[in-house]
């Protein structure tokens, strides 16, 4: 805060030099409160402490909420952004903590996507009683041996000393969906982009999700 507010100029006016040394201070310490906050969050999904406020939520909600609050990031990476839902239907889930999700794949599919590429969130019923949501992008795509890596604590999409992530956004996305009894995963080819997806269960009981996960545990340990 004490950065921010010399970063503001409350001090006053500070020599160009002593300004940018204050703002790259300030970018380190937002970046170091991301990593804490991720750290706990994960933390509290592994042990199975991180409550969920089920209800009733439609699908096609949940993908406008989060093209909405992606809407700015894509404008300015001058990327085109689709809306598509085949069906509506109502799925039990915390709609934030899902919201979070499907925000935290299309940020990435904007970090990584050409100017003037198109990203599309999507929602369809894959096979019986399964919602599949998608968020396809045309970026460079991943190599099949990195894959496995993505959703693993600490590893980013893509190795680069410039990578603003914490390295625990997918695996925390993978943690939301262990605990809403759903999956997660992703198909990329090199040159023609990636899809990650979130699958969750259109019906299923309540106190499966409300309870301890060890599955959950034993997969993020």
């Given amino acids: 805060a004490s950065?921010?507010?010399m970063e503001g100029g409350l001090v006053g006016n500070l020599p160009e030099k002593a300004k940018g040394m204050v703002t790259i201070g300030r970018d380190s310490c937002d970046r170091l409160i991301r990593l804490?906050?991720?750290?706990?969050?994960?933390s509290k999904f592994e042990a199975g402490k991180m409550p969920l406020a089920l209800k009733a939520v439609q699908a096609k909600s949940l993908v406008s909420?989060?093209?909405?609050?992606?809407?700015?990031?894509a404008a300015n990476a001058q990327v085109k952004l689709l809306e598509e839902c085949d069906e509506d239907c109502l799925i039990l889930a915390d709609g934030d903590r899902i919201l979070q999700v499907l925000v935290n794949l299309l940020s990435n599919a904007f970090k990584f996507s050409p100017e003037g590429s198109t990203v599309t969130i999507r929602a369809r019923q894959f096979g019986?009683?399964?919602?599949?949501?998608?968020?396809?992008?045309?970026?460079?795509?991943?190599?099949k041996n990195d894959l496995e890596k993505l959703f693993q604590k600490f590893q980013q999409l893509h190795n680069s000393a410039n990578a603003e992530g914490t390295g625990l956004g997918l695996a925390i996305c993978k943690a939301i969906a262990g605990q809403h009894m759903g999956d997660m995963g992703v198909s990329s080819v090199l040159g023609e982009g990636s899809e990650f997806w979130l699958e969750l269960p259109i019906n299923y009981q309540h106190e499966k999700v409300s309870?301890?996960?060890?599955?959950l545990q034993a997969a993020n340990s």
């Fill in 36 to 42: 804490i906050g991720d750290l706990l969050d994960l």
């Fill in 128 to 143: 019986e009683n399964r919602m599949r949501f998608s968020v396809k992008d045309q970026g460079p795509g991943i190599a």
């Fill in 211 to 215: 309870s301890t996960s060890k599955d």
């Fill in 65 to 73: 909420r989060a093209a909405s609050e992606c809407e700015g990031t």
């Fill in 3 to 5: 950065l921010r507010l």
